[in-house]
């Protein structure tokens, strides 16, 4: 198994347009030309989006000609989604904890010190 960068994974994902183009390819792959025909920008800005993705291993691309297509990684997708799996158990404890804290009814001393 590859081992991924998760610090660029994230970054690649941190940009709306890169994760717009992540959501379609994981529907399949999809030409460079097919990818920017939804997008409001040039098809070099959709080209650097698409190195950034590549770069940080969250998708690849193969030529065929004069044709580059493009899929989703799973396996960096599938690391990202670890790590977050592995801060929930935490992250929840704490929230429950501290709802906990505001559940607690209000006491007399807590009154008179406000």
């Known amino acids: 198994m590859l081992k ?28 460079v030309s097919e ?6 920008m040039s098809l070099a800005a959709v080209v650097q989006h698409l190195q950034v993705l590549e770069a940080s291993g969250v998708i690849r691309s193969e030529k065929a000609g004069r044709v580059r297509t ?7 997708l ?13 992250w929840e404890s704490r929230l429950d ?10 006491t007399p001393e807590d009154r008179s010190s406000s």
């Open 4 to 31: 991924y960068d998760l610090d660029q994974v994230f970054k690649a994902l941190a940009d709306p347009t890169r994760r717009a183009l992540v959501e379609r390819l994981v529907r399949g792959p999809a030409s």
């Open 35 to 40: 990818l920017a025909a939804p997008l409001t």
């Open 97 to 106: 904890r501290l709802g906990e804290v505001f559940a607690e009814p209000e």
């Open 70 to 76: 493009c899929q989703v990684e799973p396996a960096a």
């Open 78 to 90: 599938r690391a990202a989604e670890g790590w977050l799996g592995r801060q929930r158990t935490p």
